[in-house]
């Protein structure tokens, strides 16, 4: 079955919110700036893939971590360094990252905006 989660944010504030989506916080108490929206994932019966944005307060990170599934991100707001590896690059709004199986990587908010971010990923984790 199909399934839409219509946008009800506003781009103009960086308040992305979307329709039944509820926000997830970090899980890791230590890195409590930043907040998950899983937009398509497996409480809508998606088979093969996930769907998230997160939201990254200014000054913020992601974990520093890895793990077996690879990523896509799409940067859609604000200014980040992302860590792949033991290499450090500047992204900003519309680039797009590929991260591969067990790479080393880590998305730190550069500025005084936002950071915000779709993540795709398999289906083959819930992190």
Known sequence: MSVIHKF???????????EGVVPEPSP????ADYVKHVLIGP????????????????GGHSPL???????????LHGQAKVQ???KFHKLSAMDAVFIPSNE???LI??????LGFICVITKRTKK
């Open 65 to 75: 971590h890895q793990h077996p599934h690879e990523h896509g991100v799409i940067i």
């Open 84 to 86: 792949l590896d033991d």
């Open 28 to 31: 890791d108490p230590s890195i």
């Open 109 to 114: 908010a550069l500025g005084d905006e936002p």
């Open 104 to 106: 080393l990587h880590q």
């Open 8 to 18: 009800e944010g506003n781009k103009q504030e960086s308040l992305y919110k979307w």
């Open 43 to 58: 409480s809508d019966d998606a088979p093969n893939f996930i769907i998230r944005y997160f939201q990254i307060a200014p």
